[in-house]
């Protein structure tokens, strides 16, 4: 049996994007700021702002450090905005 074919784009990059440009704007951090601090780089910072890549999870923990968030803080967010 052939696996369905889906043609809809995963919304899960964009919507963490979303919810870290966010958060990083209702702080006032650049993201340059927050790459530094976070130990990555600005370019990577801004690809996942913009959907193109995904953290992984020591990235996400790295970040939400620099924010002073928790990890599942900027997960639950995520998950509010896919609900609807």
Same mark, same amino acid.
Not at 26 to 34: A, H, I, M, P
Not at 49 to 60: A, F, K, M
Not at 62 to 67: A, G, P, Q
């Given at each position: ?10 919304? =899960? ?6 919810? !870290?440009?966010?958060?990083? $704007?209702?702080?006032?951090? @650049?993201?340059?700021? #927050? ?16 959907? =193109? ?6 990235? !996400?923990?790295?970040?939400? $450090?620099?924010?002073?968030? @928790?990890?599942?803080? #900027? ?10």
């Amino acid at each position: 049996m052939k696996a369905p074919r889906h043609t809809s784009v995963n919304p =899960i990059p964009a919507v963490f994007g979303r919810v !870290l440009r966010e958060e990083r $704007r209702r702080q006032n951090v @650049s993201q340059e700021q #927050l790459a530094l601090y976070a130990d990555v780089d600005r370019t990577f910072v801004s690809q996942i702002e913009r959907g =193109i890549r995904q953290p992984t999870l020591t990235t !996400l923990f790295k970040l939400s $450090r620099v924010l002073e968030l @928790s990890p599942s803080t #900027l997960v639950a967010r995520m998950e509010r905005l896919l609900k609807r």
